[in-house]
């Protein structure tokens, strides 16, 4: 009986902790993420700003592409489902870069939007996104790039 009891306790036990854990990694939301983006290729950083836990996020981009181009990204949004783990975002932001002399070695500035689609798995550490940034280019390089892109990251 004594040991009914203690292998009893040790199963509740173990029960308990795993449930604990499930909870722990299955939650919707993620302060951090970092990965790629594609549609042009991208490192992607993106993180939660604010308090407790607004909707308000920064997304930093390093393009290499003809160059170089570092996009930073102001962004909030909202949840599309009551699970909380799809939600919408829109923002702004700005980009600068130069490219590389066989495409003119220009100086590049401008302004970006972004809206999208984020999905962050419940029971993976994995975030996938996909969203339509257009960008202003200003000064030397008076362009409108049209970029889709789909982000793939591993969330902290």
């Known amino acids: 009986m004594k040991n009914f009891c203690l292998i009893s306790a040790l199963f509740i036990l173990l029960l308990s902790s795993e449930k604990t854990m499930a909870q722990k990694t299955s939650k919707p939301e993620y302060q951090t993420a970092i990965g790629v983006k594609v549609f042009p290729f991208a490192l992607s950083l993106k993180t939660k700003v604010g308090r407790n836990g607004g909707n308000s996020m920064v997304e930093f981009l390093g393009y290499f592409r003809d160059g170089f181009r570092l996009t930073g990204l102001y962004e909030f949004g909202g949840k599309i489902n009551t699970d909380g783990n799809l939600k919408w975002y829109l923002g702004f932001g700005g980009h600068a870069g130069f490219s590389d002399k066989s495409h003119g070695g220009d100086v590049k500035l401008g302004a970006d ?30 362009s409108f790039t049209n970029w889709g892109g789909v982000g793939v990251r591993f969330t902290l």
């Open 113 to 142: 939007g972004i809206i999208g689609l984020d999905y962050k798995f419940k029971n993976l550490p994995l975030n996938l996104s996909l969203d339509w940034q257009p960008a202003l280019g200003i000064g030397e390089d008076n």
